[in-house]
């Protein structure tokens, strides 16, 4: 059984969006690219064939893939999330007890995480060590550079 994703709308709107595109443009562009090898000659000895029909394969696959996060996407309310503790979806401002500085996350799906907007996947290692936490909580999480210790300064949606 897959597994469950929670989604913003936002989220699932881009997802369905790619999907769709994969289906028709990429489904189109993938059967010139065959067409286009095929008429020309021996398909026994034609690698240009071979590669369009092995993009064409994994092309399906990703289709599939995206099909079956879409099947298992959940769409979640934003406005019916507790603030009082760290859960999916939350943003959360959160300050490193040994240097002082402070930072805002928001917890998302894996797939709509983006560092650059301050978007931080559910399942990254700070996510969950914020999980279920309350403002004032202090917690130390285990990430790449080693332990660090992380306050909660608040929690918003």
């Not at 881009?14 to 489904?27: A, H, I, N, P, S």
């Not at 092995?54 to 603030?83: C, P, Y």
């Not at 930072?103 to 914020?130: F, N």
């Not at 992380?150 to 949606?157: H, P, Q, S």
């Amino acid at each position: 059984m897959a597994e469950v994703s929670y989604y913003t709308k936002e989220g699932l709107e881009k997802l369905k969006e790619e999907l769709q595109y994969l289906k028709t443009t990429g489904r189109s562009n993938i059967s010139k690219q065959i067409a286009e090898a095929r008429d020309k000659g021996d398909l026994s000895e034609n690698a240009e064939y071979d590669a369009a029909k092995e993009a064409q394969g994994l092309h399906e696959a990703k289709i599939a893939q995206m099909q079956e996060a879409v099947a298992n996407a959940r769409l979640l309310d934003e406005s019916k999330i507790d603030t009082s503790k760290v859960l999916a979806l939350s943003i959360v401002k959160i300050k490193n007890v040994k240097n002082g500085a402070t930072m805002s996350y928001q917890l998302v799906s894996e797939t709509e995480a983006d560092l650059k907007t301050g978007k931080i996947s559910v399942a990254s290692p700070i996510a969950k060590g914020l999980l279920g936490k309350k403002v004032g909580d202090k917690t130390e999480i285990m990430v790449p550079a080693g332990k660090m210790e992380f306050e909660i300064l608040e929690i918003t949606r």
